[in-house]
């Protein structure tokens, strides 16, 4: 749970979702679900073109960089939790239908996407049909079935699938913004198969001072301006944003959000901006 609440304060205007009070510590707000899940509402139509520009056109390689540590099989059975857009889902699914050898052997809902914002879905969708479309006249006969690939409303801490039902279960970008990542990290255990992979990608601090001060101060200074006007945001996601990446949750153990449930390190690859954490389950 969070660690300290705040008092049940009303949202100021309509329309905002975060204030430089509540900016303080954005993990303790009582009610942090729900003013995540305003957030992204609003921010959902931009949300791409914003990740593309002030990532610099990086954010799709790092997810191409957690795909390939995910080791796909075949058979593997993907759930992608927090997909937003579906950027990963996608990534996942393309591998997927490569290492199938072109969808020859489709089997159900090999990867599902699922979100707890609504609005974020339909956008997913969207970007897999024309995905589908692009690559059905590039490089397939056959089209794949559209329920190779999900996207579902729900959220990370009661996920609805069975226990030990997936092989692989992603969260890129997401932890830090679910409101009890503890609760969420005994459900990927839950429904992670023994063997199964839990790939968790976030911003990390560049550990050089100079480095890091530009770092902050872009994240800090530029974004949330240029991010705003792009988005025509009135949340204030694109300052809860960078100060969520700030205080983030520390992990207890040296290892991972939760050492101590069966979920253990296998491999990492941190890098100054970003961290991959994969992990397996015991
Ligand atoms: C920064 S976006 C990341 C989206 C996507 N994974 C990506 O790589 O671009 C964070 C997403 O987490 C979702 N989210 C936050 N808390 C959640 C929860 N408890 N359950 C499901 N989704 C959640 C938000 O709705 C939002 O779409």
Redesign the pocket.
Known sequence: MPTAESSPQPINSPETAWDSQLLQNPHAVADK?RR??RM?AAIAPS?DLN?RLHSLWM?QRW?RKAVKLAGLKPSDRVI??????G??SLQFYFECAVANGRVATPKAQRVIG????YE?LPLAREKFRAIAENWRYHYISASPRSNDLSFIN????ALPFSDQSADVLS????IR???DPAA?IREFHRVLRPGGRLII?EFSLPTNSILRGLYNFYFRKILPRTATLISGDKTGAYKYLPESRLHVHRPRGDDGHDAGRGVCRRRAAPDDLWRLRVLSRG
């Not at 992608?80 to 857009?85: K, M, R, S």
């Not at 699922?114 to 914002?117: G, L, M, S």
């Not at 969260?171 to 997401?174: E, K, N, P």
């Open positions: 679900r995540v899940q992204f949300y990740n954010d997810r992608d939790v927090a997909c937003g857009t950027d990963l699922i979100d707890f914002t974020m729900g959220d990370a801490q969260i890129a970008f997401g913004n679910v409101a969420a990608l």
